[in-house]
């Protein structure tokens, strides 16, 4: 009998669930599940181009367990592009990696992004600048301190 599959670990949904040939209605296409630890396999490997062992890291997986993620991800998505079949990106055992979060000073609107993705340009709701990372500690001085200075621009709190 073989282990249960641990929770793998993705930094962002998809920002589409359904990818499929143009002019083909999908309820003729023959559709291929792409889970979304594949997704995120791909990301990391093809996108970021990432080696399998910080993927893997990344991934909260083995390095085994990522080449296997990926090979699975590459077949079916060559699969779906040769065949002409519809791709649907869903499913899978996944956690959603840590988020950050951002509160601006002007309209005190909150909201969340994904580790790794650089400093925000404006406060989605209103379009200012003036905004700061809340619960920023531990890179500072140790865990739930607040940072000294913010992710923004140099900015201080």
């Given at each position: 009998?073989?282990?249960?599959?641990?929770?793998?670990?993705?930094?962002?949904?998809?920002?589409?669930?359904?990818?499929?040939?143009?002019?083909?209605?999908?309820?003729?296409?023959?559709?291929?599940?792409?889970?979304?630890?594949?997704?995120?396999a791909l990301r990391l490997a093809d996108?970021?181009?990432?080696?399998?062992?910080?993927?893997?890291?990344?991934?909260?997986?083995?390095?085994?367990?990522?080449?296997?993620?990926?090979?699975?991800?590459?077949?079916?998505?060559a699969e779906a592009l040769i065949l002409?079949?519809?791709?649907?990106?869903?499913?899978?055992?996944?956690?959603?990696?840590?988020?950050?979060?951002?509160?601006?000073?002007?309209?005190?609107?909150?909201w969340e992004l994904p580790f790794g993705?650089?400093?925000?340009?404006?406060?989605?709701?209103?379009?200012?600048?003036?905004?700061?990372?809340?619960?920023?500690?531990?890179?500072?001085?140790?865990?739930?301190?607040?940072?000294?200075?913010?992710?923004?621009?140099?900015?201080?709190?």
């Open positions: 009998m073989s282990r249960p599959q641990c929770c793998r670990r993705i930094s962002q949904e998809p920002p589409c669930a359904v990818f499929k040939p143009t002019s083909i209605p999908a309820r003729f296409l023959e559709e291929i599940v792409l889970t979304l630890d594949e997704f995120e996108l970021n181009g990432l080696y399998h062992e910080q993927a893997a890291a990344s991934m909260n997986v083995s390095r085994q367990t990522f080449g296997r993620i990926i090979d699975t991800a590459r077949r079916k998505t002409g079949k519809a791709l649907r990106i869903e499913g899978g055992k996944v956690e959603m990696a840590g988020m950050r979060q951002f509160k601006c000073q002007d309209c005190l609107h909150t993705g650089g400093c925000p340009e404006g406060c989605p709701n209103c379009g200012g600048a003036n905004f700061r990372r809340e619960n920023c500690g531990g890179r500072d001085g140790g865990e739930g301190q607040i940072r000294k200075r913010c992710c923004h621009r140099g900015a201080n709190p």
